[in-house]
């Protein structure tokens, strides 16, 4: 018979779940279930009894004794029944190649290296036309650090729109 043990302390090891069972009868396993990401105790897990006479002897023993500072919750182990299929997704794929969109000839594009306006003889400006700089914003002409205006001393802005020059004050 299959019992459920719930209500586990974190740091109990399977041997001793197996100990606890075993005065009650045979027990051919213990199992604590561990959680796969933190690898942690989730709290609860299940044991093995042949017999089950003494498997319901030992679940109505066991079932809110302490172990661990923490009432043990034990019942007989309820199977999983088979759920019912999930329903199909949608499959945002077609299936079939008559509900596939292929471009007519005309919108097919052979040449892959050129773009439309290319084609057209326009002008186009990559990044390697680009002057060097670093400038992100286009035709400023601006690079990095260049026309930063009223930017105050290193120090800090204390000085900033005071009047600095000090012949001024006197007469």
């Known amino acids: 018979m299959d019992i459920f043990v719930g209500s586990l302390s974190f740091k109990l090891k399977e041997s001793e779940l197996r100990e606890a069972f075993e005065k009650y009868g045979e027990v051919n396993s213990a199992k604590i279930i561990i959680d796969k990401i933190t ?6 897990g299940f044991v093995e009894m042949p ?10 023993q066991l079932n809110g004794a302490e172990m661990h500072g923490r009432p043990l ?4 182990a309820q199977k999983r029944e088979a759920s019912a299929p999930r329903p199909a997704r949608p499959n945002p794929r077609p299936t079939s ?3 596939r969109y292929t471009p007519s000839s005309t919108e097919r594009n052979t040449d892959f290296g050129a773009s439309s306006e290319e084609k057209r003889g326009e002008r186009v400006f990559r990044d390697a036309d680009k002057p060097a700089g670093g400038s992100r914003y286009k035709d400023y002409g601006k ?9 105050g001393s290193k120090r800090g802005d204390s000085r900033r729109g005071r009047n600095t020059d000090f012949n001024d004050d006197w007469y």
């Open 39 to 44: 690898r942690q105790s989730k709290g609860f």
């Open 51 to 60: 017999d089950e006479e003494q498997a319901r002897f030992a679940i109505s």
């Open 73 to 76: 919750v034990v019942n007989e």
């Open 97 to 99: 190649s008559g509900d």
């Open 143 to 151: 690079g990095r650090g260049e026309g930063k205006k009223n930017m």
